[in-house]
């Protein structure tokens, strides 16, 4: 059932982001019957408050079961876990020269093929690791990626406004890349990917991109809408809490899983009478 409505989830999230980005008086006019420039401040609000929920969701997931379970099973998983926060690392100081995730609270100006591909390459890690990962749905990484995509698309359409792109081009744009994130997770639960020999890297190497994503480049500006916002600090500890909470849970129960004895308990020799 997850393999259905996580990426439907994620479609209907992307989707949600971009028209509220792209068109804001679409989704608002229900609540608010402004101008669209009212609208559009209106929608910036919505994902100001958004925006710090998702980063507590993926801090959490990252400190209590990514980075354990990534750096647990062999010196080659952590290889490859370093190996996917060099290489982000790489790509965003070097060849993007922008942060991988260039949502709210960025600079915008300069947005071209670059800022695009940034924003590609985030959107297809997040569809590809939560599908190698395959975690539990109340987890910190599907709670976090479903609002995630909001912040995401609302960004990207958010710079598009300011390019050639409009009307026919701006939806056909919009409906490529909420399809990304999607896909990649569809692609990365399909047989022939879960059969590579070395899928396990491949998880620690993903593992490696998205930690430092969040610590990086969400929580920096996670903290900027924070001090702009004290109110929002709230629902970030909050968030948080759940995030880190569930996924210490869920390694308890998946330890018990492997161990059955420790979920039972120990047993005692019982004396006759």
């Known amino acids: 059932m997850l393999g259905v409505v996580l990426p439907l989830?994620?479609?209907i999230s992307g989707a949600v982001g971009?028209?509220?980005?792209?068109?804001?008086?679409?989704?608002?006019?229900?609540?608010?019957?402004?101008?669209?420039?009212?609208?559009?401040?209106?929608?910036?609000?919505?994902?100001?408050?958004?925006?710090p929920l998702a980063v507590a969701?993926?801090?959490?997931?990252?400190?209590?079961?990514?980075v354990p379970d990534a750096l647990s099973h062999s010196k080659g998983s952590f290889a490859a876990f370093v190996g996917g926060i060099a290489v982000m690392a790489i790509l965003s100081k070097l060849v993007f020269k922008r942060d991988p995730c260039c949502e709210t609270g960025h600079d915008h100006r300069?947005?071209?093929?670059?800022?695009?591909?940034?924003?590609?390459?985030c959107s297809l890690n997040d569809g590809f690791l939560i599908g190698l990962l395959a975690p539990p749905w109340f987890s910190g990484l599907n709670l976090g990626m479903l609002v995630h995509k909001i912040s995401s698309s609302f960004a990207i359409a958010q710079v598009l406004k300011q390019t050639r792109f409009r009307g026919m081009g701006l939806a056909l744009f919009g409906a490529a890349y909420t399809l990304i994130s999607p896909a990649a997770y569809l692609v990365a639960k399909s047989p022939w990917v879960r059969a590579l020999p070395d899928s396990e890297l491949l998880l620690a190497f993903s593992a490696g991109l998205l930690a430092y994503v969040t610590l990086a480049?969400?929580?920096?500006?996670?903290?900027?809408?924070?001090?702009?916002?004290?109110?929002?600090?709230?629902?970030?500890?909050?968030a948080f809490l759940i995030s880190i909470s569930l996924g210490f849970w869920h390694t308890a129960l998946h330890h018990s899983m492997e161990r059955p004895e420790a979920a039972v308990g120990p047993s005692f020799p019982v004396s006759a009478p």
Do not use: C, W
């Open 9 to 11: 989830g994620l479609l």
């Open 18 to 51: 971009f028209l509220l980005g792209a068109k804001p008086a679409l989704l608002l006019r229900m609540f608010h019957n402004g101008a669209e420039q009212n609208g559009s401040r209106d929608a910036q609000d919505i994902v100001d408050y958004l925006y």
């Open 57 to 66: 969701f993926f801090a959490g997931f990252v400190f209590s079961t990514l």
């Open 110 to 121: 300069g947005f071209g093929a670059m800022s695009l591909a940034a924003m590609a390459v």
């Open 217 to 238: 480049s969400l929580v920096p500006h996670a903290r900027g809408i924070i001090r702009r916002r004290p109110r929002t600090a709230y629902g970030f500890v909050f």
